[in-house]
Each structure stands twice: as structure tokens, then as C-alpha cells.
């Protein structure tokens, strides 16, 4: 008599499919860090044309002359408490609390809103006084370091918001919560940039 045991066939398609399961939050994490590996090479050479460019004032203003640093340190608490409420969100989403993760996101998402508001204030008063973009190369290079960091954090607003209607009305699905992880890590490598670019283009700069 023949006593060969077969194995069960569901055996394999449950492997198959705990690592198809399994593959896309890797994949999808490992993919954003190296989006914001690429991020990083783009403002270091924004930095790197900043600290190059940042005494050719042309005869125009400098840093002394046109940053004010009680302001900006206003701003750079609203940016840093955005990221401290935003860990709180992510305390929340790892208890399931639906509710209060989505009122966390949103005290985020209005203080970087605060701070991209402040920052185009600014600029406009800037520009108004004449030290616009075009006026020296060194303007040239703080504008598109600054603003480059502000187009990020807008587009983390607008990816923000997206997430949180997402997750109103789908909950706290597994692709959600791989989402709002990434969000988490993009939100967090602004304010490292952010620090960067207060303590050498506003700091080191005033005092050159």
C-alpha cells in the first residue's frame, strides 16, 4: 500500500502570501529612504552654494540687514512643535485611536501651515524692500535654499491632508498606516533641515 503523505495543499499559497503581504511595507519604506537620501544630496548642494555665495552681496543688503532672528525663532518653534505633535499622532495610531491620532495631524498640519504663512510674509517683506532674488547672489542663494524647504513643507501639508481624508474614511487600514509612517519620516527630515538652515543661514550668516 502506498503511504506517501501529501503536504496540504493551502500550505504553500499561506507562505506565498504572508510574503506578498509583507513585501510591500518593506519595499514601500526602503523606497522612501531612498527618496530622502536623494532629498539630502539636493539641499546639500543648496547648502553648499549658500556658504559659497552667501558674503556676494554686490553692494546690496546682507544678512545683518534684512534676517530677523526674533521672528524666525518664532517660526522654528512652530515648525519644531509640528513635528512634536506629529509624534503624538503616531503614539496614537499605534493605539487605534482614530480620533485623536486625526486631531493631532491637524494641530500639525496648521502649525506648519503657520510657518509656511510666516515665511511668505518674509519674503514679500523682503522683496518690498528691495532685497529680492535678483538682487545679489547671495539673496539669489537664500531664496531658492529657503523656499526649496518651504515647497517641501507645503507639499507635506498637501500630502497631510490627503492622508487624513484617506483615513476618515477608510480608518486605519495597513496601507494607511504605511503611508502616514512615510509622511512621519518626511515631516521629521524637514525640521532636521529646517535646524540647518536656521543655525547656518540665519545664525552664521548674521554674524559674518
Not at 53 to 72: E, I, Y
Request: charged share 10%.
Amino acid at each position: 500500500m502506498n503511504t506517501t503523505v501529501v503536504a496540504p495543499a493551502h500550505a504553500e499559497p499561506r507562505d506565498f502570501l504572508c510574503r506578498e503581504e509583507a513585501h510591500p511595507h518593506s519595499g514601500t519604506l526602503l523606497g522612501f529612504w531612498l527618496y530622502l537620501m536623494s532629498d539630502c544630496f539636493i539641499f546639500a548642494a543648496l547648502f553648499a552654494c549658500n556658504a559659497v555665495l552667501g558674503t556676494n552681496v554686490a553692494g546690496g543688503p546682507s544678512a545683518r540687514d534684512v534676517f530677523d532672528l526674533p521672528g524666525l525663532a518664532v517660526n522654528t518653534a512652530l515648525l519644531l512643535f509640528s513635528s512634536v505633535t506629529f509624534g503624538f499622532a503616531m503614539l496614537e495610531m499605534a493605539r487605534r485611536h482614530k480620533r485623536a491620532m486625526l486631531g493631532w495631524l491637524a494641530v500639525s498640519g496648521m502649525l506648519a501651515a503657520a510657518f509656511v504663512g510666516l515665511e511668505i510674509h518674509e519674503f514679500a517683506t523682503m522683496i518690498a524692500e528691495g532685497a529680492g532674488p535678483g538682487r545679489s547672489a547671495f539673496l539669489s542663494s537664500f531664496f531658492t535654499l529657503v523656499g526649496t524647504h518651504g515647497l517641501h513643507v507645503t507639499v507635506g501639508i498637501i500630502w497631510l491632508i490627503v492622508l487624513m481624508v484617506q483615513m476618515g474614511k477608510h480608518g486605519l487600514t495597513e496601507a494607511n498606516r504605511r503611508r502616514l509612517m512615510c509622511l512621519s519620516m518626511f515631516w521629521h527630515f524637514l525640521d532636521l533641515v529646517w535646524v540647518g538652515v536656521f543655525s547656518y543661514v540665519y545664525l552664521v550668516g548674521v554674524l559674518r
